[in-house]
């Protein structure tokens, strides 16, 4: 991401996750110096709403359980990722 951050600029977006400003120069401020931006609609299909670009998240089971497979079953719900999302995780 450096190139963000010369004068003049190599780059005016750089499509990263939520972990990139791990990689910023230390002077650089969130908010000011770099921020993030949602993706616009899509003009032809306003009914979709805005983008969301999200990780793929990946959990299995490691060792066979009762408690195991209850816990993946709780995640399939909506509940799972709203108390998830409650915890200020990044969505990028």
């Not at 990139?20 to 969130?30: A, D, G, H, Q, Y």
């Not at 921020?35 to 979709?48: G, H, Q, T, V």
């Not at 408690?67 to 995640?75: D, G, P, Q, T």
Request: net charge positive.
């Amino acid at each position: 991401p450096k190139g963000l951050f010369t004068v003049p600029p190599k780059c005016y977006m750089h499509h990263q996750a939520s972990f990139i400003p791990s990689f910023f120069p230390e002077n650089v401020k969130l908010g000011q110096d770099a921020d993030f931006f949602p993706y616009p609609p899509y003009a032809s299909k306003p009914e979709l709403g805005t983008p969301l670009e999200v990780a793929g998240t990946l959990v299995m089971i490691t060792k066979d359980s009762k408690a195991s497979r209850e816990f993946i079953k709780f995640l399939q719900m909506p509940l799972a990722h709203e108390l998830w999302m409650a915890q200020k995780s990044f969505v990028t």
